[in-house]
């Protein structure tokens, strides 16, 4: 992870090698002291601050609530505090490939949700677990293991070991 002087070090280059070759690593370090106090101070006052392409900083206030010690397990009052949150912006989420409405913190929803795996052996049609009707009642509807109860046999596989000594 970068440094803020990391930052500023690779910004005083590539602003030397392209357009400004007479601004001074000092002035760079200024400017970014100034963008970060500036963030800062905007959102300690309460304000978000919107950087288009970027992302959005805002304060949040979070309410208090009832948690857990979790070395005892005793119930504890959280009091209430402010945290601050960030949303990527467009660009940004592109580029990272988070989707819309999935912050970078979270598990995609898609991993949560559980796929039924798929069979590769179907039942014949006559053995295949009947289909419950609107008309049936709990009485008359017949489970698949009573009318087909399953048995399972193990067979030893034979192997057999071949001595194939070379003489010469």
Known sequence: MPTKSE??????????????????????????????????????????????GFGVFSPRDLSARQGRNPRTGESVLVPSKRTLHF??????REMVGIHEGQESKHIPPQALRVKPAKSRFH?????????KSAKQTPEESTH???????TVTIKKRRTAVRDDT???
Do not use: C, W
């Open 87 to 92: 949303k990527p912006g467009k660009e940004l």
């Open 144 to 150: 698949y293991e009573q009318k087909h109860p399953t």
């Open 166 to 168: 070379v003489t010469s």
């Open 123 to 131: 039942y014949p049609q006559d053995l295949q677990q009947p289909k």
């Open 7 to 52: 930052l500023i070090t690779s910004i005083h280059l590539q602003m030397k090698q392209h357009q400004f070759p007479d601004l001074s690593q000092q002035d760079i370090h200024q400017a970014v002291d100034r963008i970060l106090a500036y963030i800062r101070d905007t959102i300690a006052d309460g304000n978000r601050v919107e950087i288009r």
